[in-house]
């Protein structure tokens, strides 16, 4: 490609408009990019832990011990702090209503289920920026292709003789937004989409464990 048709020569050369909405687009590249990372270190620490918690906590130690040595630990992890604020709320109410069991199985499911939303919103924060930026930005991009094509052809109007050559420049700087868009909208969905899946199978991970958690809690309750 020669200098005059270069990718940033293009750019540069581009209506203002046009450049205003690469640059957005551009802005919005780089937070996808800056979530998908952060996520990705996110999610697979919370799946590692999570691994971790279960081979602990089906190795047949004391709850109450194991409980202490998680709640000690900044990288305990989701599943964790889960068992913990269920374990905490069974303690508490076991000592306040001893012998009820409806009450403390209750108390340990709400304490869990609140500890459980926390963990997973904290999860899933910035998601819904990945999808918008993947719905969005296609269309951000083919405004600027339509307003680059429209300044083109405006400029046609001027010149006796319209040719490819003189075409050609216009056409390929409005497709470049275009370009930039689906460039911005295409990881943005993958990665939406491969997150989404990844933290709907921790979640079902976590409910199985809560259930199984309060089966325990109760036959310990009686």
Request: hydrophobic share 50%.
């Amino acid at each position: 490609m020669n200098q005059e048709m270069s990718i940033l020569s293009l750019i540069a050369g581009a209506s203002l408009p046009v450049q205003f909405v690469m640059a957005g687009l551009l802005t919005i590249s780089v937070a996808s990019w800056t979530t998908i990372f952060t996520k990705i270190f996110a999610i697979r620490a919370a799946q590692r832990a999570t691994t971790s918690f279960e081979a602990d906590f089906w190795s047949g130690g004391d709850l109450a011990e194991l409980a202490k040595l998680m709640r000690g630990r900044p990288d305990a992890g989701p599943l964790a702090r889960i068992f913990d604020a269920g374990l905490q709320e069974f303690s508490k109410v076991r000592q306040q209503k001893s012998g009820d069991v409806g009450s403390m199985i209750d108390g340990a499911r709400r304490a869990m289920r609140a500890s459980y939303q926390r963990e997973f919103d904290s999860l899933e924060s910035n998601l819904a920026m990945l999808a918008s930026a993947g719905s969005v930005s296609p269309y951000i991009g083919l405004f600027g292709t339509v307003w680059g094509i429209m300044n083109s052809f405006r400029g046609l109007a001027n010149v006796q003789q319209a040719t490819l050559q003189s075409v050609a420049p216009g056409i390929a700087e409005a497709l470049v937004a275009t370009a930039i868009g689906l460039f911005a909208a295409i990881p943005a969905v993958v990665a939406y989409n491969r997150f989404a899946n990844d933290i709907d199978r921790l979640a079902n991970r976590c409910e199985t464990f809560m259930e199984e958690f309060l089966n325990i809690l109760q036959r310990q309750a009686r």
